[in-house]
C-alpha cells in the first residue's frame, strides 16, 4: 500500500535560516510526488510537484528515488513561509488519480 | 475565476442525525474528490467521480457514507446517522482531467455533538 510520512509535526526556525521538511514515502511503481500547503485561514493548495521541477517561492523538491524521498528546502526562511505543509503522492496507473497525504508538518518561522 | 466553493462552510449537528454537504466544481473539471481532514489522522481521500460515475470509492469509512454527482457538475455527500468521530473538514477538490493538478474547496467543518 502507499505511504507518505513526515516525521515532524512542527518545525521550528529564525528568518533567514535554512529549511528542510522530510518526507519519505512507500510506493510500489512510479509515483507522482507533490507538496501541499495550507496557510492560516485559506484553502490548501499546491506549492510543487516534482514533474515541474520548478521552484516557487523559493522552495525546491528534488525526487530521490533510492531513498524514497522528496524533501521539500528552501535556503532562506521567510515569516510568510509560515503555514502548514503536506506531501503528498498520486497513483495514476490505474487510469485515475487520487492523492495519499502525509499527515503534514507545521512550519513556524519567527522574526 | 471562481473556484471550487463548498457549503455550508460550518455545520453543527446532533448524533444520529443525517448531513449533507455540497461542492461545487470549477466549471469544466470533469474530476472531482472528496477529501477529510481530521485531527489525528490527517488528510484521507474518500471517493472520486469523473463525470457521474464513481469509480473508486474505496475511502468512504462506512456505509452511512454516500455521495452523488449529478450533471457532471455539483456533488454531495451524504452522512446518514452521524456519530461523534465523524466530526472533521471534509474538503472537496476538483481537476480538469484525472491527472491533473487538484485544485481544493475551503471545506466544511463539522461538528457532531
Known amino acids: 500500500a502507499q505511504r507518505v510520512t513526515q516525521p515532524e509535526k512542527l518545525l521550528s526556525v529564525f528568518k533567514g535560516a535554512p529549511v528542510e521538511l522530510k518526507c519519505n514515502y512507500s510506493?510500489?511503481?512510479?509515483?507522482?510526488l507533490f507538496w501541499y500547503v495550507q496557510y492560516s485561514r485559506q484553502r490548501l493548495q499546491l506549492l510543487l510537484r516534482h514533474i515541474s521541477r520548478e521552484s516557487i517561492k523559493g522552495f525546491t523538491a528534488d525526487l530521490n528515488k533510492g531513498e524514497t524521498s522528496f524533501h521539500l528546502k528552501k535556503p532562506f526562511a521567510q515569516e510568510e513561509d509560515s503555514a502548514m505543509y503536506y506531501c503528498a503522492l498520486t497513483n495514476s496507473n490505474s487510469g485515475y488519480s487520487t492523492l495519499t497525504f502525509g499527515k503534514g508538518t507545521m512550519l513556524l518561522v519567527s522574526p | 475565476g471562481a473556484g471550487v466553493s463548498q457549503s455550508p462552510s460550518n455545520k453543527v449537528t446532533e448524533k444520529g442525525k443525517d448531513v449533507e454537504l455540497r461542492c461545487d466544481p470549477i466549471?469544466?473539471?470533469?474530476?472531482l474528490y472528496w477529501y477529510r481532514q481530521s485531527l489525528g489522522q490527517g488528510l484521507e481521500f474518500l471517493i472520486y467521480?469523473?463525470?457521474?460515475?464513481?469509480?473508486?470509492k474505496s475511502g468512504l469509512p462506512s456505509d452511512r457514507f454516500s455521495a452523488e454527482r449529478t450533471g457532471g457538475s455539483v456533488s454531495t455527500l451524504t452522512i446518514q446517522r452521524t456519530q461523534q468521530e465523524d466530526s472533521a473538514v471534509y474538503l472537496c477538490?476538483?481537476?480538469?482531467?484525472?491527472?491533473?493538478?487538484?485544485?481544493f474547496g475551503p471545506g466544511t467543518r463539522l461538528t457532531v455533538l
Open positions: 466549471s469544466g473539471h470533469t474530476a
Open positions: 510506493y510500489s511503481g512510479s509515483p507522482e
Open positions: 467521480f469523473q463525470g457521474n460515475s464513481a469509480p473508486d
Open positions: 477538490a476538483s481537476s480538469p482531467d484525472w491527472a491533473d493538478t487538484q485544485y
